[in-house]
Antibody, heavy 120, light 107 residues
Framework: QVQLVQSGAEVKKPGASVKVSCKAS????????INWVRQATGQGLEWMGWMNPNSGNTGYSQKFQGRVTMTRDTSIKTAYMELSSLTSDDTAVYYC?????????????WGQGTTVIVSS | SYVLIQPPSVSVSPGQTARITCSGD??????AFWYQQKPGQAPVLVMY???ERHSGIPERFSGSSSGTTVTLTISGVQAEDEADYYC??????????FGGGTKLTVL
C-alpha cells in the first residue's frame, strides 16, 4: 500500500542540526511532491516547505529560509529534511506528506511523524 | 503575512450538524483543503479543492465555499468525528498556510 515511513525520534542540543528521512513505497516516488509540516506540542500545523523529487526543486517557507534544506535520493525513494541552528522552539513532531504536483489534491498521504526534541 | 481564521472550538451533540468555518482573503482565488487530526495521530486529508471528498471519507462530510469563507460540514455527527480540524490553502506566492485549527467536541 501507499505509505511514507519516517525515521525515528531525535534529541539534539541547541545549535545542532537534525536530518529527518521519509521513505516512500507503493507509488511512483517522482510523481508527487513531498511537503514537510511540523507541529509543536498542543499547537497547530506549520508548513515548512516542499520538494519535487523528480527535479529536486524546492520551495521553503520564509520562516525557515536559510535554515532548512530538503533533498532526496531517488534510488532509495527517500526524501530528507534537514533543519539547522536548532533552538528549543524547534521541538516538535515533523511530518512529511505527498502532494500531487498539480497542487489540487492536498496532502493525501502522511508519514507517521518524527519527534524532534531540542534540549541542553 | 496571510492568515486563515478558524473558530477554536465547535461543540455538537451526536446526530446534529457541525459546521467549521475558515476565512481568508485569498480563498476566492485559491483552493482550500481540510484535514482531520485525532490525538497522537498524523493528520488525514478530508476534503480537497474546497468541496471534493477524499477517498474513504464518509459522505456525511461535505465542503463548500462562499466568498472569503470555506466551510466543512459534518452531517449527523458521530462520536468518532471528535478531532481537530485544520483548513489549509495557499497565499499569493504559493506558500501553504494552515488555519489555527478547530477542536470539534461531540457532547
Amino acid at each position: 500500500q501507499v505509505q511514507l515511513v519516517q525515521s525515528g525520534a531525535e534529541v539534539k542540543k541547541p545549535g545542532a542540526s537534525v536530518k529527518v528521512s521519509c521513505k516512500a513505497s507503493g507509488y511512483t516516488f517522482t510523481s508527487y511532491d513531498i511537503n514537510w509540516v511540523r507541529q509543536a506540542t498542543g499547537q497547530g500545523l506549520e508548513w515548512m516547505g516542499w520538494m519535487n523529487p523528480n527535479s529536486g526543486n524546492t520551495g521553503y517557507s520564509q520562516k525557515f529560509q536559510g535554515r532548512v534544506t530538503m533533498t532526496r535520493d531517488t534510488s532509495i525513494k527517500t526524501a530528507y529534511m534537514e533543519l539547522s541552528s536548532l533552538t528549543s522552539d524547534d521541538t516538535a513532531v515533523y511530518y512529511c506528506g505527498r502532494e500531487h504536483s498539480s497542487s489540487e489534491y492536498g496532502m493525501d498521504v502522511w508519514g507517521q511523524g518524527t519527534t524532534v526534541i531540542v534540549s541542553s | 503575512s496571510y492568515v486563515l481564521i478558524q473558530p477554536p472550538s465547535v461543540s455538537v451533540s451526536p446526530g446534529q450538524t457541525a459546521r467549521i468555518t475558515c476565512s481568508g482573503d485569498a480563498l476566492p482565488k485559491q483552493y482550500a483543503f481540510w484535514y482531520q487530526q485525532k490525538p497522537g495521530q498524523a493528520p488525514v486529508l478530508v476534503m480537497y479543492k474546497d468541496s471534493e471528498r477524499h477517498s474513504g471519507i464518509p459522505e456525511r462530510f461535505s465542503g463548500s465555499s462562499s466568498g472569503t469563507t470555506v466551510t466543512l460540514t459534518i452531517s449527523g455527527v458521530q462520536a468518532e468525528d471528535e478531532a481537530d480540524y485544520y483548513c489549509q490553502s495557499t497565499d499569493n506566492s504559493g506558500d501553504w498556510v494552515f488555519g489555527g485549527g478547530t477542536k470539534l467536541t461531540v457532547l
